[in-house]
């Protein structure tokens, strides 16, 4: 196991109130973090609710014993814990490398306080060496992939080991799209959800509020709320 990913997930993990709806990413960083959620939730009779952001994480903590709900049976999510491929200063990242980038952001939004966790190989000055998730609906997916090219964003379906496109837990495929030639990502991100067939795009801009770097075991808060 990747012991940053280990240190970042305990982090957070110390940050659940007792009491607290709980997001739950999804990744291996997340995984840890439910892990962990469960093994203290049980040490201290800790009452907590979750909220899964993939099938698999749902599965993931219901193994582990934790108590998951339907997003739509709560009023409202305290804090979500995720991880990220990749994040900027200002704690603008991409998600999406696990697929599960629809359900990540409906939790996220719906939260109030997400907490990132990571090491410190996904943080870069700028965001845009890892390629950004677009999740299309199936029907007229090449068309949105041949608007996608004429960007300049050189869309790739992305593929399961078989060679068949890989289907999201929405039913949806995913393109990834390369958006290094691009320095207006808000901009780009409203681009993309106007476009029609697109449901999602990974570009979480503005929605992490504190970022926890396992090996270096800093927290850091995003700009407009470090006075809070
Ligand atoms: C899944 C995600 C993950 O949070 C992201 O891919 C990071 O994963 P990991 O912790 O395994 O590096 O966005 O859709």
Not at 129 to 152: D, M, Q, R
Request: glycine share 10%.
């Amino acid at each position: 196991m990747n012991e940053d990913k280990v240190r970042a997930a305990q982090m957070a993990v110390e940050r659940i109130p007792n009491q607290a709806i709980v997001g739950l990413g999804s990744g291996s960083t997340a995984s840890i973090f439910i892990d962990l959620l469960a093994k203290r939730a049980q040490d201290e009779a800790m009452d907590i609710t979750c909220v899964a952001t993939s099938v698999q994480t749902q599965q993931l903590a219901l193994g582990f014993g934790l108590k998951v709900v339907d997003i739509d049976a709560v009023d409202r999510i305290d804090v979500t814990v995720d991880g990220a491929d990749e994040v900027d200063g200002d704690l603008n990242g991409i998600k999406g490398g696990g697929a599960a980038l629809l359900f990540e952001k409906i939790v996220a939004v719906n939260s109030s306080k997400n907490i990132w966790v990571v090491d410190s190989s996904k943080q870069h000055p700028r965001l845009g060496s890892y390629k950004l998730p677009v999740e299309v609906v199936k029907f007229g997916v090449h068309h949105v992939f041949n608007l996608l090219k004429s960007w300049g964003l050189s869309p790739v379906y992305r593929q399961q080991e078989d060679g068949n496109y890989l289907t999201t837990d929405s039913g949806n495929y995913i393109i990834d799209v390369d958006i290094r030639d691009f320095t207006d990502l808000p901009k780009l991100a409203k681009d993309l959800k106007a476009l029609t067939g697109v449901v999602e795009h990974g570009l979480f801009i503005g929605i992490c509020d504190e970022l926890l770097v396992g090996n270096t075991g800093q927290a850091y808060r995003r700009p407009d709320q470090q006075q809070q």
